[in-house]
């Protein structure tokens, strides 16, 4: 069973060179890019290909580590530890540097899962000109379906006693 996030967030960031940063974080040891995430003290960038340009993401600050993996479609997990968090709150920025959203949370030392999951209802748009386009565009129009789903757990780290 899944205990209840302590505090939680959903944002939509707007994409700029497909990334959105967690920030201001940093790692002891700096873990390895793989292609999805790139640590980058003071933050953390995470790479996504959804075509909307604004994925959805969701923040949660547990207790304790997560005990199983919540369902869904997930096509990319990994769990990073010796995440360090010294100016709270945490927060999801976009490369343009607006502030987009903010998770309290105390200084500390941290573990976070993330997960990356397809948004299974989304549609690729087609590529057949519209003949109804209209020529005065909202800038201000909401975005559409999110082609991405981002969940990103966050706990302390238990801290193990030396033999």
């Not at 999801?92 to 540097?97: D, E, I, N, R, Y």
Request: charged share 25%.
């Amino acid at each position: 069973m899944q205990a209840d996030p302590l505090q939680a967030i959903e944002i939509r960031p707007c994409l700029y060179y497909s990334t959105v940063q967690l920030a201001l974080v940093s790692f002891d040891q700096q873990p390895e890019g793989d292609g999805v995430v790139s640590p980058r003290s003071p933050a953390l960038n995470l790479l996504c290909s959804d075509a909307s340009n604004y994925p959805l993401f969701r923040m949660e600050y547990l207790a304790t580590a997560p005990e199983v993996v919540p369902p869904g479609p997930w096509d990319y997990q990994r769990t990073l530890d010796g995440m360090e968090i010294h100016n709270p709150p945490i927060k999801v920025l976009s490369l343009t540097g607006p502030e987009e959203a903010e998770l309290d949370v105390p200084k500390g030392l941290y573990s976070l899962r993330i997960l990356r999951a397809p948004n299974p209802s989304y549609e690729e748009p087609s590529d057949e000109p519209d003949e109804f386009i209209d020529d005065n565009h909202d800038e201000d129009a909401e975005p559409g379906e999110p082609e991405e789903h981002w969940l990103i757990q966050i706990w302390p780290q238990v801290e193990t006693p030396a033999s």
